[in-house]
Each structure stands twice: as C-alpha cells, then as structure tokens.
C-alpha cells in the first residue's frame, strides 16, 4: 500500500518533508501546492510531482493524505477542510495561536473522524525516542525529575517574532509538549521567570528571548525548561530525565564529531547549526510515524489534542510571567 | 607566620578540616574540643594537638582562630562568643535557621570587627572556582542563565530531617550561595516547586525531598537548580552558566574515570559517593583561603553576610512552595 | 547533467550503492545485473531499474558508469571489459588479491584512459574526511603518529576467510589505505605481529584473527594498525593523527547517544553493529565524489594504484609476520 | 607500627616522596641526605627531619628503610649498600642503565634477603590500578590486545639525554613495565620502529623522540606501544585493554575539568603538565605500598626483576631498531 501526499506550502519546512516522502517507499508524493509558484516548481522538479492548488488537491481522488506546511494563520482552516475532504492530515505546530479556535478545529476533527497528527518532531528525534524507550523499559524506575534544556543559536527576525505568537507559544511550546512525552503524566502547574538579554527588540515588541520554566505534575513529578533565544555554540537541545533508580539523558549532537588538541586544550566543533540539520532524522522518522499510522489505522500521535495541551501550557507560563503566580491548569 | 588553630566539634567535617590544617604548612591544629570524648582523643592523636574544653580555647592565648563545626544550633553562640575573643572565625553553614538570630549575631561581628568566613566549600572546588574563573575572563561574555543540579545520593534519617530546617536550608542553601557567587547579582525574585518523591517520612515530617527553584536578578538574569534527596549514581553536582558568548559548564567527577567496553555498552563508574570524597580539594582550598585571609587581612569570604543572604533566599523559596507565588526579596 | 549507472552485483553492498544512487539528484540507476535472479529482481523493484546482463550493460548506449561489486575474482576482468567499453568504473576494493594481476588490470585502465575508483569507503566518513581537513588546515602542525584502531564486531565464517585473501588483504587493507590518507607520504617499512585469539578455525586456515603493524615513512613519520576480528561493543573504527603542534582524533560512532546512569554507573549503548551501519554517510558520500568525479572529469580518487599501494602493503605486513623482520616497501 | 624513613636525594622527585612519607600516619622522615646542601636544607625544614650522610644513615639503628632518589649511576651500589645494612629499600627507576651490573645488584639482594622495590610509579595510579582491577575481576575476559599511548610535553635538554641510556630504557621503559602489568604474561618478542621528529638535537646524540613498539607475548597476546617526546596538549597518559568479553580503558586527566562553548566550539583544558601533577596519588599510594609490605612482610612488588625484565625489552627495543627485525626475549 503506497500513500499519495499532497504538500501544502513548498518552503523550508516543506522541502523537508518532501525529501521526507521521497526517501519513504511506502508513500509518494503527487502534487504540492504554493502561493509562491516558483517554490512549488523547485518542488515539483526535484521530486517529480504536480504542482496543483489548494482546491485542486482538496477534490483530488488520487491523494490519500495531505501536509500543511502553509502560515500559521492558515492551519485550522487548511485542517478543517481537508478533514471534511477526509483526507488524513498531518499538520505543522500549532494548529493556531488562540485556543479557542483550535478547540473549534479539533471539533471538527472529532465530527469527521479524521485523522489529524501534530508536528512534534522531537518526540521521533532517535535519541529522545531512546530516552523514552528507556524509561518505559524501566531503567531508571519512576520519573521524578526532567530537565530541558533548549537554545537557538540565534534570534529571529523583528517580523518573525511578531507573527510567532511569543516565545512560549513558538519556541517553549516544543518543549511543552517533550515534557508532557517525558513526564508520562500531566502537568497541572506552571510557574515561569522570562526577561529580554539577547535582543532589545525582541523586549520592544513584548516579548521574551530568555524564560525559565518549571512544571508540576499531580503527584509532584516537576520538569525545569531552559529557553534562550541565544546560543553562540549551536542549536543545543538537551533532555535529561531523573527517577526513582537513574537517570537518562540525551546530550546533543554535532554533525562532524572529532576533536582537536593542542596547547589550548581539547576542541571539539560547535553543535549543530539549527533544526534542519538537527532533527533530519527526526522529520523523516515522523513522517514514516504518519504514514505507518495511516496504514495500520493506529491513532495518530501527537495528536490535535497534544497541540492544544501544550498551547494551554505555553498560555500559563505567560500568564505565570504576568501575574509573579503559579498558575493551575 | 602559622596560624594556630583550635577546633571546637571533632565529627565528620571535623576531621576534614583537621586534616585540611595538618597538611597545609602555614597552619598548625593546637587544640580539639568535643563533648564526646573519644571523638576529640581521636583526632589529638592523630594530629598531635591537645585537648581543651571550649573555654580554654577561648582563653588561650596560643590560638589565633578556630573552626566552628558543633550542632547548628549552638554557631550563633559560639561565634559571638570567639568574635569577643578576638579569634579569627571559620564555622561551617549555617549560622543559625533563623534569619534574625543570624543578624543578631553578624551585629556582634562587625562591633568587635571580627573575622568570620561561612563554609561554603563549593566555591573552592577548582572545577566550580575555574567556572567562576572563565567567567572573569570574559570567555562567556555577560552571564545570562545559569543552571545548578544538586542531588544527594541519598536521603537522610528522619532525625537529621528534623534538626536540618528543611531542604531549602540544608541542601538548597549551597545551590543559592553557587547561584549568587556565578550571578554576580543578587537574586530578587524567587519561585520554587517541591514534593516528596523520594521518602515518604520526609513528607510527614513536614519537609520535601524534590524541589525545582527559580531565580531572578534585577537586570533579568536568571537561575535554575534542580534538588534530589536520591540520586543512585552517587553525589551529583553539576553547574553550567550560559552567556551573550558562550557557555561554561563543570562536570560532575568520580574517584576512577575508567570505561569499560562490552555487549550492554560504554560504561563508566558512578560519581564520588557523596561531598566528603567529591569536595576533598573545595575543603583544603578553603581553609587554605582562611589562612590567606588571616595572614594577609584581607575580608574573609564567602562572609557572614553571605550566609544571611543565601538564608534568606531559602526562606523565601519555602514561603514560594507555601504560597504559590514568586517571592520578591 | 545526469550520470546514468549499471550496477554489477546486487547483494549487500550492491543495495548500498543502489541506495546511494538513488537519493543522488545528480545520478540515475538505469539497470542492475545479478547471478541471482531474485537479487536483481528486489533491487529493480525497489529502485525502478531494469534488470540486465553484463554484456547487455557492457554494450548499452545509455550508461554511462558502473559499479562493481560481484565476488572479488571477477573485479579485475569486469574493470578491463568495462574499460575497454569506456564506462566509468567504480570497483569495491579489491581489485584483485594478487598484485601481478592487479598491475596487468591498471595498465588496461592507463591504456583506455578509462576513469577507475576503488571503494575504500573509510576516505568519506564524515569525521575522516573532517580529520584530514583538519590536517590540511595545519591545526596540527606537521604529521608525526598515526593511530588507527580497526576492530570487527565478530569473526566471519569460516568460508569468507578462505576467499578472503587474509585479514591483511582483506581487513588491514582498510587501515594501510587511511595511513596512507592520513600520513601523507608513502609508507616505506613494514612490522606486523599476528597471531590467533578470536577463533582458533581461523588458525586451521592458516589466516590471523589479531594483528599489529607498525609502517614507517621516509622521513621518519609512523603509524600503527591494531585489529582484531573481535569487539563484542560494536564495529571500533577509531583514528587519531599527532602531530608538531597537536593532535586530532575521530571517535566512535553509535546510531544512539543517550546515557543511563545508576547504582552501576553510566552507560552508554554500544556502537554501529557494522559497516552497513556504521559508514552510511560513507557510502553515499563516495558515490557522490564518484559522480562529480565524471561531472568535472577530475582524477578518481582512491585510484587502482591506491589499491594497488595497499595491497602490497598487506603482502608485506604478511611476510614481515612469516620472516619475522621489517620488510622495506 | 610506624616505618622510619631514610631520604636520599633531596631533589624533584625526593620532595614528592617526602610528602608522601609526611601525609602517611604510618610513616616517618628522620633524615635525609643530599650533596647539594641547600636542597636537603629545604626538605629537612619543610618535614621536621635531620641532615645527615649517606654513611650515618646506613649506619643509624633509627632507620628502617630508604628511597633512594640520586643519580642513575649511584643507584646500583648504593641499594647493595642499603641491602648489607638491613635497611628496606625503594628505588627509584633504574636500578642501572646496564643489565648486567643490574643482575649483580638483584644477586646482593637475594644474598641479604633484602626488600628492594622499584619505582614504576604507574601502577600505583588509581586509575590504571583499577583498570588491573577490572581486567582482574573478569570484566574483559582474557586480555588480548594492549595499547599505551605515552606522550611527554616536551623534549628534555640535551643534558638530560646523555645520561638518560636513550628513551627505550628512560621513557618506554615505563610502558614495558605497564605492558607486562597488563598483559599478566611476559612478553617473548619485540619490534619497534624509531626516528627523529621532534629534536634535531636528540638524533645527534644518537638517540631517538618518537617510537612505536609491538610487544607479544608466547600465546599470542600483543601490546602496542606509542611514545613521543612532545604533546602540545600536555602530558598524554592512555591505557586501553581489549579482550575476549570486552575492553577497558583509562582515559587522560586534567587538573581542572571544565568546558568552555561557543562559536569554535567545545574546549577542555589541555592536559597535567607532566608526571608530578598527573602522578600526585600514584606517588602517594606507592609509598604506601611500599610500607604496607614492610608491615606485614609481604613480597616488594614490582621488584628488581620486575626493573630487571623491564630493562631487557628496552634493550631488544634498541636491537630491534638497529637490526630491523623482531627480537626474541
């Protein structure tokens, strides 16, 4: 069985899941569709599909299954006519930045009985995946303690930051949702520290660029998160989860791992560069997790309801921010 | 110029510091007082010094400074007591559980001019001083976020519970004092989360065995330190600060850095079992630092006052916990 | 530009190469041929290819290139059809285990000026390659002593050791390749020791399953080669290059780097469980320089004569074992 | 029962057993020798000890045992000496450059039932002890392979070479001591290679910087050697075993040991500068051993012969260069 893609927005991200699709021999890629004709041509050249628009992949008889890789500001939408196309769905976070919208989309998910999977790619990163192996398999007993640990290498753009919804609704908002893999449980409080020490403008425009996170869980499990828009060594991405008989951690990786010695001391080369290169294996991972899923008719996870939980809990830490409180959720 | 020595309290951190004087060279133990007997025999023999009570310490007239390391709750006195003596004062944290004892106490220190030096020995591990040291010579550029993890092997017997004041004043208080000392400002704003996950007996004895804290300086930097009365591959102690340029972080260290290769993996021993084999060097450096400071008058530290201040932010963890709130300081 | 290809043996290092092609925008598998018919049927399936004979790919007007990777007693006589056909060639190494008829095949090749690669993969792993950039860089000054420590997983059959040629022409051959990659100038002296640890079938058969060579340069330089056929943590392929002004040094390599740490220590999982694994960056990276090779018309490189150079290495590190002196180059 | 300590020599490596004997509770210095006067001046003030010479300790009825730390070519007669007198004996490392006047020495102390042990500090170091340990306990099944990578930060002065016997018998003789430590079986064969890279100078003296040996042993064992006599990155002390069920390995270590991140990359400190920083607890814990076996009359390991076997594969190292062949020991 071969699923056919549709690919809904050829930009960066979406080139990723078309070499993704490509590489996969379970799936193909039929038609991709973009505003901006001349990326979704590249697409359409490199891996030998149609460029067709939005509509025209939504009729489709010949696309099982579609990818939105489109703004933000368009997902609920996108996802909410291609659930009544039912097509199965695999959709860029976040659904939307307002809760209540993506409340709305999920109903209609739920109306449809369509298959809706969210883009957490962490959780199919192999070392984060072998964390949570691990833990399942018992090795270090009951979770107690998780920390994460994650910085860009750089601060975006002024005009980024002001679509991306803040800080925790963009950047936190991964590890939000890597808490909540890792904890095995849910958190009900939050409680954030976030100031401006990378970019004035960043502050200019009422947001944060450093936050500090800590989440509580019913039974007391806590998970600390580490968030800076900075990192002059490479895109670090760390987790390291504590409990009741060890501890499992995932460091970070680099592309090319030798080391150089010398009077100066032991070198070894800065982390990788960002996501793209971090998590190649993860984006293909993911999308071999959806296309599995589709095939098997599994429940596709994360789900449209893990992006809401972690929106609600990127929602909290900023209010948290606000209000000097602990917030429950 | 020696330094004569007597030490008031021949237990566990004692003798460290018995040792610590007996192999420095500028140093010399005269007299040992302990209640039990055979504690202070013990260690006359081995360190060829006398046996006096504490109030022939404090006449003596061949004693130029002592180490405090009876019960916690006789140090204010005692303190007090040598500072009127005109002895030079080490004694190990805290001066009291109670903030305002403290400054009754650090009154009589300034009145009589006296010099008292708090044991926070991890300032002087050469791993955590090195940190600092890189600090200092710009390799990270401004500190931005810094990041303790602080975790004991084990938890202790319900009876230490009792007379500790609770973990943020046990345990948490060196996390402070690291967290002000790689700062470089002071924290005024405090959140923290704590449960019992380890030792149901410390929950009804009223304390937590888990905490997660967060703090805040005025220019927004910020810090985390994650606390765990367990840790079952020995005394974790880890400090990373992260900056506008780069990043400096101390490992945790063991007795023996073997590796040994087989089917199940790379595997290396645990961690020193905990502080009194992991801190060997951060106890004879500071009693090393003492004496400099004796011989050279320079200001001791870390100080009364730092002791205060870390007390102080331990209390205000607690009303955090108690409260749900940050707590300004 | 694309580069049209023939695949000559469909086994396991043939999917490999498949593979590699495949996910090459610049390069198109056009027809595979294979003995085994169901072999070649799997590969042409999966890779959209025909299936054809040798002579039917010798003869064809569209492939412009070949791969060779049918059992090693045909490698020479492919390589001289394939020449005298004026495709391209690429050859698994070796070319043959007797350097007599290895000459015989380059003088055809140096005759048709045919474009001949051999595939010592190790030349294109990424930390390899970043540790001869390093050198060329001059991060460590001039080259002194070479390290290279090569060990299997486990020991072949007893059948692969007959055809093997021997471990020094068969695994060693490897290592002299990356000395010489490494050394930069031409080994001059040879050392080995040998002897059977691993599998005493191996002895019955008259090969080594544990061997250490040392080479020497004309001017002085050094490395040395520890094998065994055994490493029951993994496929260990280390190398590190000292040098006057220090030292680089490429690790192992696992497919998962996470850490679990207890009572027992910390561990980490074992490395690649073998070179499919282990050297798929490899692969596809030398498949691509093969590509861009013929693209730009440059000199193959690892050439026949590179394969020729070690194994006259392999020859002399055997006879320096059976005479028990140095053999001079 | 406390051991009462003769000094001979008072210079760099006398100062570091003088601690050694001072941190001992079971232990004493009462006096030490030197020509140079100032020097057993210095020592006999910093441990409370008298001057005396070399005939009034052979003579003193208040001394048990001696460490002889004078020049090389004094080192035979005086152990003969020492032997005749009653006294234990440690030697530092070599008995004598010359094997036979070595065999001659070992004849006296069998003739006196002397206690004669020899300073092979390295199997003293905790690390590499507990790597015996391992090895002991089963961890690697049987040793096959051995690896010492030994690297010294610079080239002594041209003084030092002269009366050094060359570096096989004053730097690798070191390594064949660890070699036989591990290998746990004799060693009956030797090839080395050996040049000039480092110092001009070295070579002119007839001597060499930068060896690589091959040591097996009758049952086929092997142990690779690597020596230099410059390492930028300081001194570089490496052992690593491989055997049927495993390996083990001890890595390098640094006085401090941090990491510094940022936009080149992640830093460690280089390296100890040499064996009097890296060897501080091996030097402790040999005196220690060496008083342990006076107390309870147990066998001074490693003894003469151990200096004696030691010696002979430097020799055969030598031979092997020269002769270009493989020696039989």
Known sequence: MTIRFGLLGAGRIGKVHAKAIGSNPRARLVAVADAFEQAAKDLSVAYNCEIRSIEAIEAAGDIDAVI????????????????????????????????KRVEKCLAVIRQMKATLMVGFNRRFDPHFAAVRKAIDEGAIGDVEMVTITSRD???????YITRSGGIFRDMTIHDFDMARFLLGEEPVAVTAHASVLVDKKIGELGDYDSVSVILSTASGKQCIISNSRRATYGYDQRIEVHGSKGMVAAENQRAVSIEIANGNGYTRPPLHDFFMTRYTEAYANEIAAFIEGIATGAQAAPSGEDGLIALKLADAALRSVKEGKTITV
């Open 153 to 159: 290498p750089g601060a975006p753009p002024a005009d």
């Open 68 to 99: 939105i890789c489109t703004p933000t500001d368009t997902h609920a939408e996108l996802i909410e006519r291609f659930a009544r196309a039912g097509k199965a769905i695999f959709c860029e976070k976040p659904i939307d930045l307002d809760g």
